[in-house]
Nanobody, 124 residues
Framework: QVQLVESGGGLVQTGGSLRLSCAVSGRSISVSSMGWFRQAPGKEREFVAGIRRSGSKTSYLDAVKGRFTISRDNAKNTVYLQMNSLKPEDTAVYYC?????????????????WGQGTQVTVSS
């Protein structure tokens, strides 16, 4: 079975950094588009960052451009989200997702597999 497990969340001060990891089992990330989403209480789940292949096309939410970087290590079958210059508005549960298609997409309904999420809290 395909499983995604996020880790690396926690509490950080404004301006700090965190690196989220998404360990994938049951499917090679090299043949899938991978995405990070986040959901804050009372808000819709939103696309944060995505990557089609290692070294291939990436896409970011406007609010995180220049601060967040998505990357992948195919040998470890792991996707990362490096988050720098964190702001309180970044506080949310962050989810890793895998798309079985070949095109990088930004809508949650386009992704087939999801992790359980990891909490990121940024204090002011």
């Amino acid at each position: 079975q395909v499983q995604l497990v996020e880790s690396g969340g926690g509490l950080v001060q404004t301006g700090g950094s965190l690196r989220l990891s998404c360990a994938v089992s049951g499917r090679s990330i090299s043949v899938s588009s991978m995405g990070w989403f986040r959901q804050a209480p009372g808000k819709e789940r939103e696309f944060v960052a995505g990557i089609r292949r290692s070294g291939s096309k990436t896409s970011y939410l406007d609010a995180v451009k220049g601060r967040f970087t998505i990357s992948r290590d195919n040998a470890k079958n792991t996707v990362y989200l490096q988050m720098n210059s964190l702001k309180p508005e970044d506080t949310a549960v962050y989810y890793c997702a895998a798309d079985n298609g070949m095109v990088l997409r930004t809508t949650p309904t386009s992704y087939d597999y999801w992790g359980q999420g990891t909490q990121v809290t940024v204090s002011s």
